[in-house]
């Protein structure tokens, strides 16, 4: 039997492109190479794609050279179901022959991307165009997965529980700072978390617990988007977290963890990615697994947790997080990671799920996502076409159909 030619997209131009490296080289060793050839992508920071076998070696990416033997730079041909990644070979000059050819062809995409212009529903929406199956969450998902001010207005809107919260553009901070910390200060009091709307991996995240921190919070912030969320803070909240994995409505829940938290309250970057070696991404996180919450909380946080992934159409595996308030006995969402770091396979490790068999089991879902898409009747006809006038010159008088 031939093998699937599975394509891995990661990097591109993201703040979160060195984990995105991480986290695609760490499934593409986990791979298994009797069902599957592996076609590495890498989308360059400069939004250039590049495959070859060199892109699967993580020192490839301490100093890129793109030059070197074993990466090919490629475009994707968009037309629907071709899945071809096409190489210009020959070379430049007034008299030479070039030629594109075909460096490789993808049947299943899995999106590794952390961050924007891959987790937000742009590279999905490609896809979709191409008509290549791929594990992401789709369009919609996507974008409201990646927007933490959409995100909160869904969740609430949904009547899921959220922390209270508000949000300013950027605009609005230069034109009227004091106005915004007294609002933030009315409205919701200290501690608050400051956070870019965009972002994903803490990356601009800041605590604040008084004005002159909220400013600082502030400021960092727009640094990394136009648009800021402020939540409110509780004090020594639990953050528990819980993948699913999925599509349609075969959805299962994995063990919960509880990350460990430094004493400054919140997991930042340094935490999750760079405390015991950046080589494993968030899988070398400090956490209790399973987390030591009880049975009930554990299958409230997993039927919540189902809900959410139905309620957003998801596919593939996504991790939610959560904060629990020990004082009150109350879950709040903190967010949804449409694409998580590691692809949160240390979390089905736990629960018995091997980290071959969560990839065997993301591309079957793509696949049947893909055949869904297809299902879906695109060649409704009418004779609209026939009767229609655009009111050319040499028409007399006709006013044709209202569009």
């Known amino acids: 039997m031939a093998k699937i030619q599975l394509g891995v997209i990661f990097g591109s131009r993201s703040c979160e492109r060195e984990v995105s490296i991480i986290s695609a080289i760490q499934l593409m060793n986990h791979v298994n190479t009797d069902v599957y050839d592996v076609i590495p992508v890498y989308i360059s920071e400069t939004g250039i794609w590049y495959t070859g076998s060199k892109l699967r070696d993580i020192r490839t990416f301490q100093h890129f050279q793109p030059d070197q033997s074993g990466i090919e730079r490629v475009i994707l041909d968009t037309t629907a179901g071709s899945g071809a990644l096409l190489a210009t070979h020959g070379k430049k000059g007034l008299f030479t022959h070039q030629e594109q050819v075909v460096a490789a062809r993808m049947e299943v995409c899995l999106i590794v991307m952390h961050g924007l ?8 929406g490609l896809l979709e165009l191409c008509n290549i199956p791929y594990s992401s969450t789709g369009v919609a998902g996507s974008a409201i997965g990646m927007d933490k001010i959409m995100m909160k207005q869904f969740f609430r809107g949904a009547g899921l529980p959220v922390l209270p919260g508000t949000w300013y553009t950027r605009t609005h901070w230069k034109d009227a700072r004091e106005d915004v910390l007294d609002d933030v200060e009315k409205q919701l009091g200290y501690p608050v978390f400051v956070k870019p709307a965009n972002l994903g991996s803490s990356i601009g995240v800041s605590r604040a617990d008084n004005r002159e921190e909220l400013q600082e919070a502030l400021e960092l912030a727009y640094e990394y988007d136009r648009r800021v969320l402020v939540e409110k803070g509780l004090d020594e909240p639990m953050e528990l977290n819980c993948s699913v994995l999925g599509y349609d409505e075969d959805v299962s829940a994995s063990p919960i963890e509880m990350p460990v938290v430094s004493a400054h309250h919140m997991l930042d970057f340094q935490e999750k990615y760079l405390q015991h070696g950046g080589s494993k991404g968030m899988a070398s996180l400090s956490r209790v697994l399973p987390a030591p919450i009880g049975d009930d909380l554990t299958k409230e946080l997993q039927d919540l947790s189902c809900r ?3 309620l957003m159409d998801c596919k593939g595996v996504v991790r939610i997080d959560y904060m629990f308030d020990k004082q009150s006995g109350k879950t709040y969402i903190t ?12 979390l089905w490790e736990a629960g018995g799920v091997k980290y071959s068999e969560l990839i065997d089991r993301m591309v079957r879902y793509a696949k049947l996502a893909w055949e869904d898409r297809n299902e879906r009747n695109y060649a409704y006809t009418s004779n609209i076409l026939e009767s229609v006038s655009l009111g050319s010159k040499g028409s007399k008088g006709s006013k044709g159909v209202k569009l």
């Open 117 to 124: 212009n891959g987790e937000d529903g742009t590279l999905q």
């Open 308 to 310: 959410i992934f139905r």
């Open 335 to 346: 967010e949804i990671n449409t694409i998580p770091g590691s692809l949160a396979f240390y």
